[in-house]
């Protein structure tokens, strides 16, 4: 027994450390954990070269060359940029819940729904939704990493606080908090093991 009590310690380490790195944050412009988020997010949602109707042969061809492993994907107006990236400040955005935020204004924006492995088109459809948006800290920058569906058309709470007013001062990810309790508990378990 007493081999496998310095193997403990390095195995809560790893736990502890796993338990790190898949937390995601709590709440919106904390330091993002993917230094390329924002990037992923506009090459998904707001790429140049998007068709300008509703062609379904123009979209199956467009899609075919970005890969259709999503089957439900939004685009934004490449022009619509910086209002995009409002959402995730006071001024153009609220807190929604966890990191996501949702836009004061509605956006216009194409939703593609198709086939996964053919690209084939099922529905092409312009849509005018809040957007809700996750922001995170990239950079000292708010930014949206990640678009969410918005299917029940929620809107802004007149009464909820701004993207970034749940930001704090070091920016560290909120979910180290959970995560300094897992640490506690998990010391309180090797000081129950080591004294065995």
């Not at 390095?10 to 924002?38: F, T, V």
């Not at 924006?109 to 990239?138: D, N, Q, W, Y």
């Amino acid at each position: 027994m007493s081999g496998y009590q310095g193997l403990l310690p390095l195995a809560l380490l790893g736990l502890w450390l796993c338990h790190i790195s898949l937390a995601k944050n709590d709440a919106p412009c904390q330091r993002s954990r993917w230094n390329n988020a924002y990037d992923t997010f506009l090459r998904r949602h707001v790429p140049s070269g998007t068709p300008s109707g509703y062609d379904q042969n123009a979209w199956k061809e467009y899609i075919s060359s970005k890969g259709c492993d999503r089957p439900t994907q939004s685009f934004l107006d490449p022009g619509d940029l910086e209002r995009v990236k409002a959402v995730c400040s006071d001024r153009g955005g609220q807190q929604l819940k966890e990191n996501l935020c949702i836009s004061r204004e509605r956006f216009s924006f194409v939703t593609v729904r198709s086939e996964p492995k053919t690209c084939g088109i099922r529905t092409i459809m312009r849509e005018s939704k809040h957007l809700i948006l996750a922001c995170e800290a990239l950079e000292n920058h708010c930014l949206p990493v990640h678009f969410e569906g918005n299917w029940q058309d929620l809107k802004p709470d007149n009464n909820a606080r701004g993207c970034q007013g749940g930001k704090n001062a070091a920016g560290a990810a909120a979910g180290s908090r959970i995560s300094w309790l897992w640490l506690l508990m998990s010391s309180g378990l090797l000081l129950l093991t080591s004294s065995q």
